[in-house]
């Protein structure tokens, strides 16, 4: 059983930065891929960044390219999502995931955290 830990949210003013965490334990091929989403009060969750755990490759939502970058950890089994220049249109709870393959859609991931939650003052 895969599990997700996310931490490193809180409360930061606009064009500051944060940096996420997610601790991943149980690691199977159904965690092949790692993604973060966001989601805002009365809003469809979407897709932020993704990563495949051997790290060739990346892809991110346009509303973050060039502000965020999305790594892992091989050895801490942790995966990261730096957040840079942030606005107040990226306060939402951020959510941690794992899917099989890559995908941007949230129905893709089997595996989830129970979410941090990321505030941005103007």
């Known amino acids: 059983q895969v599990q997700l830990v996310e931490s490193g949210g809180g409360l930061v003013q606009a064009g500051g930065s944060l940096r996420l965490s997610c601790a991943v334990s149980g690691r199977t091929s159904s965690s092949s891929v790692l993604g973060w989403f966001r989601q805002a009060p009365g809003k469809e969750r979407e897709f932020v960044a993704r990563?495949?755990?051997?790290?060739?490759?990346?892809r991110y939502a346009d509303s973050v390219k060039g502000r965020f970058t999305i790594s892992r950890d091989t050895a801490k089994d942790t995966v990261y999502l730096q957040m840079n220049s942030l606005k107040p249109e990226d306060t939402a709870v951020y959510y941690c995931a794992a899917a099989p393959r890559s995908s941007i859609v949230a129905g893709n991931y089997v595996y989830w955290g129970q979410g941090t939650q990321v505030t941005v003052s103007s």
């Open positions: 990563i495949t755990w051997s790290g060739d490759s990346t």
